[in-house]
C-alpha cells in the first residue's frame, strides 16, 4: 500500500511540468488500467493551455489548471458528459477580456462541464454610475490559472486526487485563494470537489461560489427532466415567468431560444445533504449532484435549449447565493463572511448514471428527500430573489 505525490507547478519551487504520465505501474497497490496524464495544448486560442486526464479505469476526466481548476468534460469511450459550447475550447485566459465594456467577456472561454463562478463575484454583470464594469459576468476565478498543481495517489483509500491552489488578488482589494481538489475513485463514474477559500487578508472580506454545472447533448434531449427534492421554485425574470409550468421539463432545440431560469431552495437531509438528478427522456442516462444545502443553499436551473450549434444545454448550479447582481445579493446577505485568515470549506458530488438502473436508484433517493411534499412554486419573480422583481 502507498500514497504518492507528484507536483507538478509550483511557483515556490520555480516548477513546471510540461508532460507528466503515471500509471499502475508507478503506484503500488492499485487496479489495473488507470493512468494520470498532463499535457498543454497547442494552437489557436487554446495555446499554453494545461490539462490533466484523469482514467479512472471507468471514465477519463479532464482537468484544466490553466482556468481555474475547471472541469472541461468526462468521457467513458465514446460517450461524453459535458456539451457542444460554440466556443471551441478550452480557451486560454489570456484570451477572455472580462473588463470588456459589455461585462460579458467571461463567455469567450465558456465551454466547461464544470465552471466555478467566484470569488468576489459570481452573477450577472454590474455597473458603475459612468457605465464602468465593476463585476464582470460570473467573477474572475475560472480565468485564474493555477499556482500549484499536485497529482495524489492513494491505494489505502483508493483515490486519484488532483489538487491546484488559484489566487485571486489584486493589491488594495480583495485577497482570496481558492485550494480546490478532485478526487475520485478508482472504477466509479464520478468525482468530488472539495474547495477551501481562503481570505489572505488580515482585514474581514466577502466571497461567493456558484459551481455552474453544465449538460448538453446526448445526455439533454427532448423531454429530459430535472428531479429535485424543490422546497421553493421561483423564475427569475418575466420570461422566464411564462414557462413556469413547464421549468422541470425541457423541450427540443429551437432556433433563437430566450434563456429562462429558475430559482430554487431544496428539501435536505437532517445532515443538510441534498440531491437533483437530471435524467433524459427516457430514463436511461443521467447524472446527479449532491452537496450540503446548508452552505450551498440557492440552486439555479439555467435552461438554453438552442439549437445544438449555437449551444443546447442546461446549467444546474448550486451556491452560496444566486447569481443576481453582486450588490444586490450583498443586500441581501448572501455571501461568506470571512475574517482575516479565515477559511471556508465548499464540497460537491458528482455520479453520472449511464444506465437506467442507476437512474432509477438517483430518482428514489432525491424522492426521499422530498419526502411526497410539493414545492411551493411562485408564477411571478419575488422580492429579495430576483434582482428585477
Known sequence: MAVKSWVLSSLDRDLH?????IDDDDVRGTPDDWSVQKRTLRGGRREGVDVIEIDNGAVVITVIPSRGMGVHQVTAGADRLGWQSPVRGPIHPREVNLGEPSGLGWLDGFDELLVRC???????????????????????????PSDEVTVTVDSDCGEIRVSGVVDESRFH????????????R?????????????????MPAEAQMLYHFNVGVPLLDAGSTLVAPSRTVVPRNAHAAAGIDG??????EEAGYEEQVYFHHMHAAG????????????????????????????????????????????????????????????????VIKLEGGARETL???????????????????VGKLAAGREPKVFRTPQVGWCADA
Open 186 to 202: 478508482f472504477g466509479e463514474s464520478g468525482f468530488r470537489i472539495q474547495d477551501t477559500i481562503e481570505n489572505l487578508s488580515a
Open 271 to 334: 445532515n443538510g445533504q441534498t440531491q437533483v438528478l437530471l435524467k433524459n427522456a427516457h430514463s436511461e442516462a443521467g447524472v446527479s449532484l449532491l452537496y450540503d444545502a446548508t452552505k450551498l443553499p440557492c440552486f439555479s436551473q439555467w435552461k438554453d435549449t438552442a439549437t445544438v450549434v449555437d449551444g443546447y444545454v442546461t446549467g444546474i448550479e448550486p451556491g452560496t447565493n444566486f447569481p443576481n447582481p453582486r450588490s444586490f445579493e450583498g443586500e441581501q446577505g448572501r
Open 247 to 252: 421549468y422541470a421539463s425541457y423541450r427540443a
Open 347 to 365: 464540497e460537491l458530488g458528482v455520479q453520472w448514471h449511464r444506465d437506467a438502473r442507476s437512474v432509477a436508484a438517483a430518482e428514489q433517493s
Open 17 to 21: 511540468v510540461d508532460r507528466f504520465d
Open 118 to 144: 467566484g470569488l468576489e463575484s459570481n452573477g450577472a454583470p454590474e455597473f458603475d454610475d459612468a457605465g464602468r464594469v465593476t463585476y464582470p459576468l460570473h467573477g474572475k476565478i475560472a480565468n485564474q
Open 173 to 184: 482589494f480583495m485577497k482570496a485563494r481558492l485550494h480546490a481538489t478532485l478526487v475520485t
